[in-house]
Nanobody, 114 residues
Framework: QVQLVESGGGLVQPGGSLRLSCAAS????????MDWYRQAPGQRELVATI??????NYADSVKGRFTISRDNAKNTVYLQMNSLKPEDTAVYYC?????????WGQGTQVTVSS
């Protein structure tokens, strides 16, 4: 069983930065590809993916602004978010790839507003 706990969200002005963390339990974390999603009212979007080998992929909406990374020694996946825009406002979640229903955590709220 894997448990995922997201943290690092908050209120930030447009143009600002945040770094989200996703801490995972389980010794086989390093074998999973991991995704960051975001949920705004009415829609869920896959934001970024990182494979077990470190290959990354991004949604067009965040490409060049967000960076996903992982530290297998700490069982943690990160999402560095720069040049934030109001449309980045959402609850951010991590999950394995493919996502497992029972792994969804509480998410972390990101609000971009002046």
């Amino acid at each position: 069983q894997v448990q995922l706990v997201e943290s690092g969200g908050g209120l930030v002005q447009p143009g600002g930065s945040l770094r989200l963390s996703c801490a995972a339990s389980g010794s086989i974390f390093r074998l999973y590809a991991m995704d960051w999603y975001r949920q705004a009212p009415g829609q869920r979007e896959l934001v970024a993916t990182i494979t077990s080998g470190g290959t990354t992929n991004y949604a067009d909406s965040v490409k060049g602004r967000f960076t996903i990374s992982r530290d297998n020694a700490k069982n943690t996946v990160y999402l560095q978010m720069n040049s934030l825009k109001p449309e980045d406002t959402a609850v951010y979640y991590c999950n394995t790839r493919p996502p497992v229903k029972g792994y969804w955590g509480q998410g972390t709220q990101v609000t971009v507003s002046s």
